[in-house]
């Protein structure tokens, strides 16, 4: 909020006022960024007498990860007062205010911005600032249609530690005792040809202590290697593997690898699924070593974080029944993927990305 004060102390550019001020959009002079103090740019004089003058073909798209096939377009709300930016960077030029509660129509998202139109001048906003009015519809989870919270003080500090490609069991049940002792959450993003045998008791577990059930295809498939229409299939029988199970299904997905593309976007928003990425990677799988691992995460960790990790290898374990402790001794609060997004009401829409949740 207070940048957006800021804008108001500049001189009024007329010109660059927009005729799109009714429905919530305003013009500002341009500004570097978000964060820093704004103030007039005295070699900008040009620019202040044509008003906004970034010229379409200056309008530099990088070769980014685009989607547009779902959600796309929609109609969409700011949460709060935001700057729009004239590329899908946070250093790039702002060119106006998109105040709260103004209605856009979202025509594109490049890889963590939406863009649309605005008096005929294409603005990007970063996606975590907008919301879907078909929202509701869209994501039950995010509102809390099943989840208790009342474990969690949301102002406190929180931490999503997320393990895949298990259950495994011999490793899984290890951190599920270690979440169960000290009275944490997780989300286990799995593979459903795993979710057999012995295993299954896992899962049952995961439902029982309060863990997050997410999907990771049926046998890690790297969706980038898969037809497109193949893509649904991967998805689906990993659901059923847990479904048939636990009767509950997934909630999140993950790609293997981290593969991602505006088609899998598109094929993972139509079933529903955000798809979690992470913000912190020990790489455990490649170092298989419990203390560097405990290390990485210890020194990194912030309110706000997804944790990368995998419940296949018994030093993963070794570093979780270490972590787990080490992080609620700091002050975090061990909760699932989406205790997190609704704690702190971070939108998870469909076929969107979603790194961390930190603050800022
Ligand atoms: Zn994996």
Request: proline content about 5%; aromatic content about 8%.
């Amino acid at each position: 909020m207070k940048r957006v004060s800021k804008f108001f102390l500049l001189p009024v550019v007329g010109a660059a006022v927009l005729a799109v001020s009714a429905c919530g959009v305003r013009a500002v002079p341009e500004a570097k960024d978000e964060t820093t103090s704004i103030e007039a740019d005295e070699t900008s004089a040009a620019e202040e007498t044509s008003g906004i003058s970034i010229e379409s073909n200056n309008v530099s798209v990088p070769a980014k990860i685009e989607r547009a096939k779902f959600p796309y377009p929609y109609t969409a709300r700011a949460l709060t007062a935001v700057n729009m930016h004239v590329d899908s960077e946070s250093d790039s030029a702002v060119v106006g205010v998109l105040e709260e509660n103004a209605p856009v129509s979202v025509e594109r998202n490049i890889e963590g911005w939406d863009q649309f139109s605005a008096n005929g001048q294409t603005c990007y906003v970063l996606k975590k600032y907008l919301i879907p009015d078909d929202y509701i519809a869209m994501n039950n989870q995010f509102l809390g249609a099943t989840l208790d919270l009342s474990h969690i003080d949301p102002d406190k500090p929180m931490i999503a530690l997320t393990f895949d490609d298990g259950p495994k069991a011999e490793v899984t049940n290890r951190i599920l005792d270690s979440l169960q002792q000290y009275g944490g959450h997780a989300t286990f993003f799995m593979q459903g040809s795993r979710v057999v045998g012995e295993n299954n008791d896992c899962v049952k577990r995961m439902v029982e202590l309060g863990c997050e059930l997410g999907n990771h295809t049926y046998t890690h498939d790297y969706l980038d290697s898969v037809p497109v229409e193949g893509i649904r299939s991967v998805i689906r029988k990993c659901d059923y593997m847990v479904e048939e199970t636990v009767k509950v299904a997934p909630t999140v997905f993950r790609p293997p690898g981290g593969n991602r593309s505006g088609e899998i976007a598109s094929a993972v928003g139509n079933l529903g699924l955000p798809m979690i990425i992470w913000s912190i990677d020990p790489l455990d799988y490649s170092t298989k070593d419990a203390d560097n691992t405990f290390n990485v995460v210890m020194e990194k960790a912030q309110d706000g974080d997804i944790v990368l990790m995998h419940d296949t290898y018994s030093e993963t374990a070794d570093a979780a029944e270490r972590l787990i402790p080490a992080l609620i001794e700091k002050g975090f609060q061990l909760v699932t993927v989406s205790e997190m997004a609704q704690a702190k009401k971070y939108p998870m829409i469909p076929g969107n990305e979603v790194y961390n949740m930190r603050e800022k």
